[in-house]
Each structure stands twice: as structure tokens, then as C-alpha cells.
């Protein structure tokens, strides 16, 4: 099984920066796919950037030239650089991962709890 833990989330003004991270524990191996998400109250979850174990990365529109997605491999840990952050961006970002490419489609396995980011 795979364990996922989200930090770095909190809250910041229009225009700030965030980095988030998700460590990641248990069994490994099987791990192909790795992505961010995101749900606000009212609101379906939605797909932010997602990363492949290629280096392969998929970002929604909305976070393209604002977000950057890397992976450490290391250290099992998953990063999300936020910068130029919206109001639009608050939501609970949850870290995610599969052994197949799900990339930003929400079918992964494992999930993390999530971590609250919010901009005013």
C-alpha cells in the first residue's frame, strides 16, 4: 500500500507563492504516476498537474505558466510550486498517485488527505 502526507499548503495574498509537497511511504515500487488535484466547497474535484516517472507533465489550463510540478525520488516526494496565486486558486490540494497513467484524470488509488491553500 501507498501513504501520501500534503504540507506546505496555508494562506496567502493575490500574487503570492506556495510550495507544496507530498511524501510518500509504503510500498513504492508500483508508483508509474503522481498528480496534484484540487476541490473547492460546492465544487467537483479537478485536475492541477500531474507527472509521470518519465518526467512527462500534464498541467489544466488554469495553472499553466503559474504552477510548476517536479518529483524528487530520492526523498519519495512530490512538489507543487504555486506562484502568481488567484483567489480562484483556494481549494484543498490533494496529492495523488497510480501505477498507470492516469495523469489528469482523477482514477488514481492512492490519496493524500489533502492541505488547505487560500488567497485573498
Known amino acids: 500500500d501507498v501513504q501520501l502526507v500534503e504540507s506546505g499548503g496555508g494562506s496567502v495574498q493575490t500574487g503570492g507563492s506556495l510550495r507544496l509537497s507530498c511524501l510518500a511511504s509504503g510500498t513504492l515500487y508500483p508508483i508509474h504516476c503522481t498528480g496534484w488535484f484540487r476541490q473547492s466547497p460546492g465544487k467537483e474535484r479537478e485536475a492541477v498537474a500531474a507527472?509521470?516517472?518519465?518526467?512527462?507533465?500534464s498541467y489544466a489550463d488554469s495553472v499553466k505558466g503559474r504552477f510548476t510540478i517536479s518529483q524528487d525520488s530520492a526523498k519519495n516526494t512530490l512538489y507543487l510550486q504555486m506562484d502568481n496565486l488567484r483567489p480562484t486558486d483556494t481549494a484543498m490540494y490533494y496529492c495523488?498517485?497510480?501505477?498507470?497513467?492516469?495523469?489528469?484524470?482523477?482514477?488514481?488509488?492512492?490519496w493524500g488527505q489533502g492541505t488547505q491553500v487560500t488567497v485573498s
Open positions: 495523488s498517485a497510480d501505477s498507470r497513467e492516469w495523469l489528469l484524470i482523477p482514477r488514481y488509488d492512492w
Open positions: 507527472i509521470d516517472s518519465d518526467g512527462t507533465t
